[in-house]
């Protein structure tokens, strides 16, 4: 694997000519020959205009999305072609994730939200587990809110509540698709901090998918989408 | 409260949809009390129907059959055929065993035979002045008859002691005794087919519980019907035997065939009739229990079905955060088999229920009070039944939510 060699203390994820087709309505390329590394602990943002395939690549990145070509790599081990109870463990150890749209699970209190993939993990014994998911909360400033469900939350919180979640088993990658897109300019501001934080001082790599060009511009590096390729 | 988190997610999505739960468990509680109810009244008539049969059926009963003659084949001489044609005909002279002691003795010694006696049937009238009655005195040792089909019990005045070495005794049927209108102490005249008459003292009467047996059955001892019949004392015309397993009493009946000429009837063949019966009772129950179950097994299938579209959004975030598919199948199948569970055991309490409350409720005419009653095998099986499909329902929407796509959830 020459390519792990090049930078094999900080590569953690490396994209090889990823291709994606969709075969409906019609047979459809959205993704082209996608080539790169991501090092330890850099912010990376993924633009491009609408359609142009930044959410498509992120879930082949994510391993929940196994039908594509090409290869990926996470940490130099190679991660396409895995049985996919070995995806799931890679995801639940090395990989967090946020939506755009928060995605808690409605029945759980906001600090069971973020156990649960602790507790997966079983890394952990439930206490320390609950410790643990408190201080998470804490760091995103959302503690107070841990004992009510997560439906009662307001869209910043729930974010942030889901960003505690992805950090909950310190995943050497945090992907996010459009994480900031349905909230408010202070929350934000207030999300990128975090992002920004974890990058520098955990050494966590992000891979967050963006609208917005301040955001954007104000992360490590940007790559650029365009009809499945990536042009910057 | 460190407890599997798939446990953890199951019984939260049970206590957040409490309802919901409870309609499900609802239905299986219903599905397992039917079963249990309809299966314990079908073991209980079942056990009642045979204890009627052996209350005048031994297992198997040895007799000489009739003969029926049959053509004599000519003797072909070269080509030349004589054919001497005789018309079908009984050609038993006599019903009797040949040298029955030694039968006796060799049948009871048979080790899955339990007990075995001798008896000799009569064909007789009853007479009492003009009035005359047909029917069958059962010549027997009094003490042998009551040890096989407890004859005591059914004793309705007099005793079976009065009866015991006294040759001059009889013990008749309710049936006869109203008709004849005869009371304990008369003396009753009997004339038999071979037309011997004999007066005797009625010392008993019984009710069996069946019309006609009470109609025309008598007891007498053996020497006394020998005499009915005009004959010695070693005549004996058939030897009932009981075994140790009266549902083996085919087999034994064809292991006891081996070692005399005559006649082995199990009481399955005397009474396949009824028999058949007990098997077409027996498909129409398993039928319908079964219906049931499956009925209350779709109602958690359908259940899962609707919990599992309603959470999709949840399904893919357990699986984007690390849980795999089998974990998603423990989740939901845990669910349905909680909810079995919780159904099977109320289903359970109730069939018990049903069976103690109606086992004590009369029912009236010879059957007494409800023939229910309470085996044990039927409440294993209900309890596997009713865990075992709820989880078989649950088990394929299981299946169905762990093959879910995550990404495709995500798009939308
Ligand atoms: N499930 C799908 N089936 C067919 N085409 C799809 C599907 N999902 C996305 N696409 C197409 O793939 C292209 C890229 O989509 P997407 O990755 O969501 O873009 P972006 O996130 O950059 O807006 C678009 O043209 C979109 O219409
Ligand atoms: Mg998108």
Wanted: hydrophobic share 40%.
């Amino acid at each position: 694997m020459s390519l792990a060699n090049t930078n094999a203390q900080s590569v953690v994820l490396s994209a090889r000519s990823i291709g994606k087709y969709f075969y409906t309505p019609e047979k459809l390329k959205v993704l082209k020959d996608v080539q790169f590394d991501a090092y330890k602990g850099e912010f990376l943002t993924l633009v491009g205009k609408s359609g142009s395939g930044k959410s498509t690549l992120l879930y082949c990145l994510s391993t929940m999305d196994t039908d594509y070509e090409g290869d990926l790599f996470i940490d130099g081990e190679r991660i396409t072609g895995k049985h996919p109870t070995q995806l799931a463990a890679i995801r639940n150890h090395s990989i967090g994730f946020v939506f755009q749209f928060h995605y808690l699970l409605p029945e759980f209190s906001c600090l069971k939200n973020v156990m649960i993939p602790a507790l997966k993990l079983g890394k952990y014994a439930y206490k320390e587990v609950e410790e643990r998911a408190y201080q998470k909360l804490e760091i995103l400033g959302v503690q107070d809110q841990a004992l009510k469900p997560a439906s009662k939350l307001s869209g910043g919180q729930q974010q942030r509540v889901s960003i505690a979640r992805a950090l909950i088993n310190d995943p050497k990658i945090i992907m996010c698709d459009e994480p900031t897109g349905n909230l408010d300019s202070k929350n934000t501001q207030i999300v990128f901090d975090i992002f920004k934080q974890l990058a520098q001082n955990n050494a966590q790599t992000i891979i967050a998918v963006t609208h917005d060009t301040d955001f954007a511009a104000a992360s490590d590096r940007t790559i650029e989408l365009a009809d499945g390729r990536i042009i910057n | 409260m460190a407890r599997n988190v798939n446990l953890d997610i199951a019984l939260t999505h049970l206590l957040t949809r409490k309802r919901q739960t409870i309609v499900a468990a609802l239905g299986v509680t219903i599905g397992i009390g039917m079963y249990i109810f309809m299966n314990s009244l079908m073991a209980g008539f079942s056990r009642y129907a045979r204890n009627e049969i052996f209350k005048m059926n031994p297992h198997m009963k040895i007799f000489r059959e009739d003969e029926i003659s049959v053509p004599l084949d000519g003797h072909s001489t070269e080509g030349n055929t004589m054919r001497v044609l005789i018309n079908p005909a009984i050609t038993t002279t006599s019903k009797s065993l040949l040298d029955p002691q030694r039968l006796l003795e060799n049948v009871r010694q048979i080790s899955f035979i339990t007990n075995a006696m001798p008896q000799v049937n009569v064909d007789v009238f009853y007479n009492k002045g003009n009035s005359q009655c047909k029917g069958i005195a059962n010549g027997i040792n009094i003490a042998e008859a009551d040890a096989m089909f407890n004859i005591g019990s059914t004793i309705l005045s007099g005793s079976l002691e009065a009866l015991q070495g006294n040759l001059g005794g009889i013990i008749i049927g309710k049936g006869i005794a109203e008709k004849l209108n005869l009371n304990l102490g008369d003396n009753l005249t009997i004339s038999s087919s071979r037309g011997v008459l004999k007066i005797m003292k009625i010392v008993g009467v019984f009710s069996s519980g069946n019309k006609n047996t009470d109609e025309s059955k008598s007891y007498v001892n053996i020497a006394a019907a020998q005499q009915l019949a005009k004959q010695g004392t070693t005549y004996i015309t058939d030897i009932y035997a009981n075994t140790i397993n009266s549902n083996q009493a085919l087999e034994f009946a064809q292991n006891v065939q081996t070692i005399t000429p005559y006649k082995v009837e199990a009481w399955q063949t005397t009474n396949s009739d009824l028999l058949s019966g007990d098997v077409i009772r027996d498909i129409m129950n398993g039928t319908v229990s079964m219906t049931i179950l499956l009925i209350a097994a779709f109602g958690i299938y359908n259940i899962m079905n609707m919990t599992i579209t309603q959470k999709l959004n949840d399904i893919a975030i357990l699986k984007a955060t690390g849980f795999n598919g089998s974990d998603i199948v423990g989740i939901f199948l845990r669910e349905s088999i909680f909810m079995g569970i919780l159904g099977t055991v109320f289903g359970l309490a109730i069939g018990a229920i049903c069976i103690s409350v109606l086992s004590k409720v009369y029912v009236g005419g010879p059957i007494g009070t409800f023939p229910i009653y309470f085996d044990a095998k039927v409440f294993f099986r209900g309890a596997f039944f009713g865990i075992g499909l709820t989880a078989l329902a649950g088990y394929l929407p299981a299946r169905k939510a762990a093959n879910i796509d995550p990404v495709s959830i995500f798009r939308k």
